[in-house]
């Protein structure tokens, strides 16, 4: 293979950089008014690509009958001990049922019961046939009005200029080609990050998590250098899943109210509380304190709800329903062991994310995010996703109203270079894979991972940092035979990038709210002091920590403002820098 790229241009109104469930609404939406030229950037397919690729068999987050939206975001904020966005999450709570609808119309099956209900399952949340989710989303992007896709090409940076966005540029994975699109917005869905610690499952199996792995953090890294503000890293992400196979456990704690119980045959779960970094944090703690292993009591359900197990799973977990089939021992006959992942870095779940307004607009002029890469807003799941591609389009359409120029310059060519010298470099002894093991090594045993309990202290931070830094000339030394291994070299600097600035956050709470999400030993109790958000922002190569105070008031939406020359005027309340 060639190490000189061929160069495509493009040019669009709006590029979506990621094609899941946030950027294929996004795309949906815009496509509904006509007005735009939309260009969706996927890494892999949009058919099945990003968390939704396996399927869901609920819908997480919808207004039932007898709740009203801000019930949602009381439930958000009491989960989340009251670091969140109130603005962000009612704005979400007002379009859940809307958009579920919209899903429905275009095919996805919604159960219903003998009135023609939704069935319900808990107070938030409706059962449906999912396995198909995606491929509908992918259905409805490509088929509106002025919308385009190109799959199989990793956008790896922004083109931005006095703080202003004006497009990306990225590689195809399957071709010696690089690609240079010019746009007039950029809306930000590339998803989470996963793979910045040490998995459950070593070697072979290490993909197998609850996270796509293929989500590095992609959408944070091009973020966090071109200078957005981020905000509440710190607060992880720790799913609590079944065994090995790393799937979901809502579907059998929620669906037929299994409790959680200790090796002893204790209920433990009452004992520290319900808010979901608790659950982790009771389980976590029962193990250490020898009481494990920690299983969901299922041993005493019916065979119909056996069934319903067996049907929900195959809707977005076949392997669990596989387990439980070949070993001859289902749900019913034995209690289902649980264990707590890797952390990862999750706006759909926890608060970590780009730092936006009301309409999930950065801090960048013309750079919008949804989705899991947006922070304040978590547990919005598979709807609170779609909610945010439709504000994030509703709000990119106000902007270009009045903001239509289109900038071009060179910048782009020295990003191409950097590909072209991972594709031609003579490389060393280590593997991509060797580096990636390393990075997931540094932060399981300084940063909190699964082998500390998910505990860690300013000392380990501070190695984690220095020992994290250190990767960068292993990293910059690495040879690509193809643009296959140039995927993996990016991802593995895009987790750096993530990592380096969660270490800061992380070191920057400094106190214990969210018991293993972010289980600071050096501070571990909770401090009234720090009911603030934790924010930061790149600046001259370093991570600058901003404080900002609670956005209380929900029905006073947070709208930036912007100087002319690019630097942002309001971004909500005085900074307190430390």
């Avoid at 919808?62 to 949602?72: A, N």
């Avoid at 050096?522 to 600058?544: A, C, H, M, R, W």
């Amino acid at each position: 293979m060639g190490n000189t790229l061929q160069i495509e241009k493009k040019e669009t109104d709006v590029l979506i950089i990621g094609g899941g469930t946030a950027g294929c609404y996004g795309a949906y939406t815009l496509g509904l008014s006509d007005k735009l030229d939309v260009l969706i950037v996927e890494k892999a397919n949009i058919k099945r690509s990003g968390c939704l690729a396996a399927g869901v068999n609920a819908i997480n987050a919808y207004i039932t009958d007898g709740r009203v939206p801000q019930d949602y975001v009381d439930y958000c904020k009491k989960d989340a001990k009251g670091i969140v966005r109130e603005d962000l999450l009612l704005s979400i709570s007002e379009n859940l049922n809307e958009v579920t609808h919209r899903l429905e119309e275009n095919g996805l099956v919604i159960l219903k019961d003998e009135n023609g209900k939704y069935v319900t399952r808990g107070n938030r949340n409706i059962k449906i046939n999912g396995e198909n989710i995606k491929p509908i989303l992918a259905k409805m992007a490509q088929e509106s009005k002025r919308v385009s896709v190109i799959n199989h090409v990793n956008i790896t940076d922004l083109l931005v200029k006095n703080n202003r966005v004006y497009g990306a540029v990225g590689f195809d994975v399957n071709d010696n080609k690089a690609y240079v699109i010019f746009a007039k917005a950029v809306l930000m869905a590339t998803g989470g990050a996963a793979g910045l610690y040490r998995p459950n499952n070593p070697g072979f199996s290490r993909h197998k998590m609850w996270y796509p792995p293929f989500n590095t953090g992609a959408g944070y890294a091009m973020g966090i250098n071109a200078g957005a503000e981020m905000t509440t890293l710190e607060m992880r992400f720790i799913a609590l899943r079944c065994k090995d196979t790393i799937a979901p456990t809502g579907t059998i704690a929620q669906g037929v109210q299994a409790k959680q119980m200790n090796g002893l045959g204790e209920i433990y779960e009452t004992k520290y509380g319900v808010a979901t970094c608790e659950r982790v944090y009771g389980t976590t703690e029962e193990n250490r304190q020898g009481r494990g292993p920690c299983y969901l009591k299922t041993d005493e359900i019916s065979k119909a709800q056996e069934d319903e197990l067996y049907k929900a799973y195959l809707n977005m977990a076949p392997s669990q329903t596989l387990k439980w089939l070949e070993g001859g021992q289902g749900p019913a006959k034995q209690n289902v062991e649980i264990e707590g992942t890797e952390p990862y870095i999750v706006g759909g779940h926890t608060a970590s994310g780009y730092w936006v307004d009301n309409n999930r607009a950065t801090t960048v002029q013309g750079l919008y995010a949804a989705g899991d890469v947006t922070g304040g807003a978590p547990q919005k799941y598979v709807t609170g996703a779609l909610a945010e591609g439709k504000i994030a389009a509703l709000g990119i359409e106000q902007y270009l109203s009045i903001n239509s120029s289109h900038e071009t310059d060179d910048s782009w060519e020295k990003i191409v270079q950097e590909y072209e010298t991972f594709l031609s470099n003579e490389g060393n002894n280590i593997t991509i894979e060797q580096l990636e093991e390393t990075l997931q090594k540094i932060m399981d045993e300084y940063a909190g991972g699964i082998s500390k309990g998910y505990q860690f202290n300013d000392t380990g931070l501070a190695l984690a940092k220095e020992k994290l830094n250190g990767l960068y000339p292993v990293l910059e030394s690495l040879r690509a035979a193809d643009t296959d291994d140039l995927l993996q070299i990016y991802e593995i600097k895009e987790r750096l990038t993530v990592a380096r600035s969660l270490i800061e956050h992380l070191g920057a709470r400094k106190e214990t709210r969210w018991h293993s999400f972010a289980e600071n030993m050096s501070y571990p109790t909770e401090d009234k002091g720090f009911e603030l958000y934790v924010n930061s922002v790149k600046e001259n190569g370093q991570i600058k920590i901003v404080k900002r105070p609670l956005v209380v008031d929900e029905y006073t939406p947070l709208i930036f403002t912007f100087n002319e020359d690019g630097s942002v005027a309001f971004a909500g309340g005085e900074e307190d820098e430390h």
